[in-house]
């Protein structure tokens, strides 16, 4: 199996930006279809954005389409979500997960870091 640590959350003013970063070890990161998802207070846990096993394809949600940027180095084993822009509505806390295949459930999820956005 694969193992996640999600790093790089924070407190930020509207209009920001952060980097979140996840960290993957245990098996070929390359093997894996990744996402990042949130999940806000009193929410249920919910898409931002995913990509394919070589970066080549990206998908996002809607609500931050044109705002967010979803990338991975699999030499360092380390996918990336680059936030801008940032609005109050992005609080949240944010995982990164991954599954081997292009559809279906995520296998694997990290614990999670927190953002928080300010007004």
């Known amino acids: 199996q694969v193992q996640l640590v999600e790093s790089g959350g924070g407190l930020v003013q509207a209009g920001g930006s952060l980097r979140l970063t996840c960290a993957a070890s245990?098996?070929?990161?390359?093997?894996?279809?990744m996402g990042w998802f949130r999940q806000a207070p009193g929410k249920e846990r919910g898409f931002v954005a995913s990509i394919n096993w070589s970066g080549s394809d990206t998908y996002y949600a809607d609500s931050v389409k044109g705002r967010f940027t979803i990338s991975r180095d699999n030499a360092k084993n380390t996918l990336y979500l680059q936030m801008n822009s940032l609005k109050p509505e992005d609080t949240a806390v944010y995982y990164c997960?991954?599954?081997?295949?292009?559809?279906?459930?995520?296998?694997?999820w990290g614990q999670g870091t927190q953002v928080t956005v300010s007004s």
């Open positions: 997960a991954g599954r081997r295949t292009a559809v279906g459930s995520y296998d694997y």
């Open positions: 245990g098996r070929t990161f390359s093997n894996y279809f």
